[in-house]
């Protein structure tokens, strides 16, 4: 009797290209969010993200549906993916989350951050400075990314973390976009009072210099219409 090959039994080596190809969908479309590169009220389609990504559709379907799940992107019945809109009881939750999270990890990372850490950090900031005075919208979402997860990843969290990540990939097409509206040079640079916080081993100056970042940040897309009422 001749062996059955069943639809799930993949040929040697198919199954780890087909992670490989899972992971750098997944990587490239949460970068693409954290660095505003999907534009709030814009749709794209599952069969343009595979072909940008040079992938067939089935990773894209697979990443745009966990996604989907953590509230940062709609799937619409005609396959079109954007992000969802921004409600104020969205962005006011969102806020919150954020006030809890990020400066609670920023305190549990303090033990772990060296001064070493801290100019890295400073090198960031400087490279953020240069952005803004460039006008690189892209580099500044970039690098204010990794200054806040370079802080954020040495809390060695399980939970709090990926948390905080879900909450940056709803938020960030909007500060992108206000951004390209009004810029950040008017913002007070908290990330400094951080800085100095993590060299002084500062707990409770580095909560607040963390939630006073978050305030400022947020405000901005909350007093630029991007929130609909």
Known sequence: M??????????PGEQPIRHLARDHVEQSVRRALLTGRFIPGKAVTLRGLALELGVSPMPVREVIQR??????????????????????????????GRLLLEPELAVMALGNLSRADARDLERLDLAIDASIAS?????????????????YGASGSEVLLPLTESLWLQFAPYMRTVYGRVG??????????????????????????????????????????????
């Open 184 to 229: 950040t040079a008017n913002l007070i640079d908290w990330h400094k009072e951080a800085i100095r916080a993590i060299r002084d081993q500062d707990a409770p100056a580095l909560a607040e210099a963390i939630a006073a970042d978050i305030r400022e940040g947020m405000g901005i897309i909350g007093r630029n219409g991007l929130v609909d009422a």
């Open 67 to 96: 996604l989907a799940a953590e509230n940062a992107l709609n799937v619409r019945p005609n396959g079109r993916v954007q992000v969802p809109e921004m409600t104020r009881a969205r962005f006011d939750e969102i806020l919150k």
């Open 135 to 151: 006008g690189d919208a892209e580099d500044y979402m970039r690098q204010n990314y990794q200054f806040h997860f370079h802080i």
């Open 2 to 11: 001749g062996t059955r090959t069943g639809a799930n039994d993949a040929r």
